[in-house]
Structure formats: C-alpha cells, structure tokens
C-alpha cells in the first residue's frame, strides 16, 4: 500500500494542531490505525518518529515567534505543550544548541545586519540560482520567517507577472557521478501561499549530450491555493550514461512557494518511480498512412 498520500493528510493535520494536544494515541486514533501499525509507517516515510517530528515543528515554529515577536518565552512554551521553560530549553538546545533567550537576542542582531546589507545588495543564495521563462518577474531569497526547520527556507514570488503560463525555477545542478546506476528519492518540505496556477518540485537526469534521461515535475500531482509545510518526493533512476542531476522548485504563475530540506537518498526497485519522459516505441512497419485507422 502507498501511504504517502496518507503521511501528508497527517502532516496537515499537525501543522493546524501545533497548538493542541499531539501525541500518538491521539493522532492514530484520528486516522484510523493502531498505534503500532501507525508509528512503523511514520517512521518509514519521514525517517523519524512522530513525537521527534512534532517536537521539531513546535521548536521550529517557536524559533520564528522568538524573532518576529515580543512573546515571553514562557508564555509561548505553554502554549505550545511544554510545561516549563526548562522543558522548551532543552527541546530547542537540541536543535538550535542555543537557549531560547539567547537565541532571540542573537539573532535578531544577526538579522539587523543582514537586513542592512540586503538594502545595499541583493543576496544570493549559495548553490541555488534561478531561472525559467520569466525568472526577472520573480523573486528568490531565503525567508528567516517562515521555514519548516533550522533557520531559513528557501522561496520563489512572483512579483511583475502578468500571463498565466509565465513561470521561475529556483534550481541547482551537481554530477551525477555518485548515483550512477542508482534509483534516487529526493524529497523536500514544500509550502505555498496563493498560488493561482501550480508549484512543485522537479528533478531530471541528462546525459553528457544534455539528453534527459528521467525527468518529474509533479505534473500529475501539482501543488495549488494555500498549503502547510508537507514532505513531497521524486523517484527517477539514475542510468549509467548519466552526467548532471538538476533539481528544485517550480512556480508557474502568481504566488509563493517555499521549500527546505531537500534530500537525496538510494532506495531499492521495490519503491517505483515518477519518471515522465516518455518511451518511444519504434513500430515494425509504417502504419495507418490513410489516416484512417482510428
């Protein structure tokens, strides 16, 4: 059975339930399976266990009102189930291997600066570049606001789009040397905001004639409207003849989408791929020259 269209049912529901009470008694109860069964396939599909997860979305979460807000921490640890500030500072010493309180303090010092050089220059994002057919009309940056873990999440924004079909690519390209004869999962956290017409992630796989070879944009799963963080994932193969795996986020039309935690990783023949370039089958003799054959 698949169940990733399930995990991501479930992803949704934690993000409108940060707030409340998540455990996995309760979590597996809404959707109809035993605990067991429930905590083997979460773990399966997200390489964590539940309670890791949701801890890591309220810590995360937190980490963005510690900049954006004047919240006392204790107030904000409540409200989030932890049932001390003692409790939230070992959660987020884990993770971001600073106090909440001095987190807060440094980085917003960090960011002032930041903010001041961006006046002045345009960041650029290390190993990501953009493109497409309209890439000035669109706008990539890192959002220290809005991120699914750590301290940034990538972003694609339309900003002077004016048809339907024009669309960006927030994109990178490495060798594909490591992968060679492989079968590749690359998954990411993808969120979206208005988006009119889709987003999505995307993968190919070239040649060295710049051939594809094994390409996916989400072309029959699309991301559309407002969307939670959730987990999405590409499967292609990587043929020997291979020579560049390119990669990222795709947002045709008006909106915003961003995304992190992209990664790679080689599973096995029992997990199919999404690959949609087409086989062309070559016919055994000329066919249907009338034009009447239907």
């Known amino acids: 059975m698949e169940y990733s269209p399930i995990i991501r049912q479930v992803l949704v529901y934690i993000e409108n339930n940060l707030q409340n009470e998540l455990n996995l008694e309760v979590i597996s109860k809404e959707f109809g399976y035993s605990k067991f069964h429930f905590s083997r396939i979460f773990k399966n599909e997200l390489r964590k266990n539940l309670a890791e997860y949701i801890r890591m979305r309220r810590v995360s979460t937190i980490a963005s009102l510690l900049l954006n807000t004047d919240e006392k921490i204790l107030d904000i640890a409540y409200y989030f189930h932890f049932n001390s500030q003692e409790a939230l500072t070992r959660a987020f010493k884990e993770l971001y291997h600073l106090p909440p309180g001095q987190y807060r303090k440094l980085m917003k010092n960090i960011n002032y600066k930041e903010e001041e050089k961006t006046m002045e220059k345009t960041q650029e994002i290390k190993g990501w570049f953009i493109s497409g057919s309209h890439p000035f009309n669109y706008e990539m940056g890192l959002d220290k606001e809005t991120f699914h873990s750590g301290r940034a999440a990538g972003y694609l924004k339309s900003i002077s789009v004016s048809d339907y079909s024009e669309f960006a690519i927030m994109m990178q390209e490495c060798k594909a040397d490591s992968f060679l004869g492989k079968r590749v999962r690359l998954t990411s956290f993808i969120k979206s905001k208005n988006v009119q017409n889709h987003c999505a992630m995307w993968m190919r796989v070239d040649d060295s004639s710049e051939d594809v070879l094994q390409f996916d944009n989400m072309h029959d799963r699309p991301i559309k409207g407002?969307?939670?963080?959730?987990?999405?994932?590409?499967?292609?193969?990587?043929?020997?003849?291979?020579?560049?795996?390119?990669?990222?986020?795709?947002?045709?039309?008006?909106?915003?989408?961003?995304?992190?935690n992209f990664e790679f990783e080689i599973v096995d023949e029992s997990v199919p791929t999404t690959n949609f370039v087409p086989k062309s089958e070559l016919l055994a003799e000329p066919t249907n020259l009338s034009f009447e054959d239907e």
């Open 226 to 260: 407002n969307t939670e963080w959730n987990v999405y994932s590409i499967v292609l193969d990587v043929p020997e003849n291979s020579k560049t795996i390119s990669f990222g986020i795709l947002l045709l039309g008006i909106g915003t989408v961003w995304a992190d």
